[in-house]
């Protein structure tokens, strides 16, 4: 099945610099790649996505990249403020035989820490 | 409004006294899954289910039985809970394609002692 590393598992930036987070999945079918925030004491939330397509997507000051043929992805975070730290989760799906197509699976988690 | 609620949020329980966790959602939602939450461990998956009357095994299943009767509850079974099984529960739910977004419950936190 699938399997999704993810790194580091912990990072720590200063305000307004850029932090990335690196996950690399192993099922060559998988073909969307959602990226999750989780605040504390909440569940995770959907931040941004990627669909297989595409090798970039922004949304204001975070952005996603794929690579299909490395088979990993990123996320980047620019001009970094104190409310994103959280723990960050990348997930993968598609892969897998056709019952099990829509299944999520998750990498271990990233908790960013931003200092003021 | 969209949500995915789980009950209990917060509960203490002896060794191998059976309970259950629930889980509701009412966006009519295929798929649904079960999650626990380790420090360093992120997020494992322990069933899934596609549909209704579908279930599948994840990573984790031992010591769990899940049901799928509706398709908009997802009942986690402890049988019988051992300390181990302390942990921090989530149940998630989505349109069964793979291109769709989870949304998640607000977490269980079970401590067996």
């Known amino acids: 099945g699938e399997n999704v590393e993810q790194h580091p598992s912990t990072l720590s930036v200063q305000e307004g610099d850029s932090a990335v987070i690196k996950c690399t999945y192993s099922?060559?079918?998988?073909?969307?790649f959602p990226w999750y925030k989780q605040e504390l004491g909440k569940g995770p939330q959907l931040i941004i996505d990627i669909r297989s397509n595409v090798g970039e997507k922004k949304d204001q000051r975070i952005a996603v990249t794929l690579n299909k043929t490395a088979k990993h992805f990123s996320l980047h975070i620019t001009e970094t403020q104190p409310e994103d730290s959280a723990v960050y989760f990348c997930?993968?799906?598609?892969?897998?035989?056709?019952?099990?197509?829509?299944?999520?699976?998750f990498g271990k988690g990233t908790k960013l820490s931003v200092k003021p | 409004e969209a949500q995915v609620t789980q009950n209990p949020r917060y509960l203490i329980t002896v060794t191998g006294k059976k309970l259950t966790v629930t889980c509701s959602q009412n966006?009519?939602?295929?798929?649904m899954s079960w999650y626990r939450q380790d420090p360093g461990l992120g997020l494992r998956q322990i069933y899934y289910?596609?549909?209704?009357?579908?279930?599948d095994k994840g990573d984790v299943p031992e010591g769990y039985k899940v049901s799928r009767k509706e398709k908009r509850n997802f009942p986690l079974i402890l049988e019988s809970p051992s300390p181990n099984q302390t942990s921090l529960y989530f149940c998630a739910s989505k349109y069964r394609g793979p291109n769709t977004e989870a949304f998640f419950g607000q977490g269980t936190r079970l401590t067996v002692v």
């Open positions: 099922d060559s079918a998988s073909n969307y």
């Open positions: 289910s596609m549909n209704v009357e579908v279930t």
């Open positions: 966006m009519n939602h295929e798929y």
């Open positions: 997930a993968a799906s598609g892969g897998g035989d056709g019952g099990s197509q829509g299944n999520l699976i």
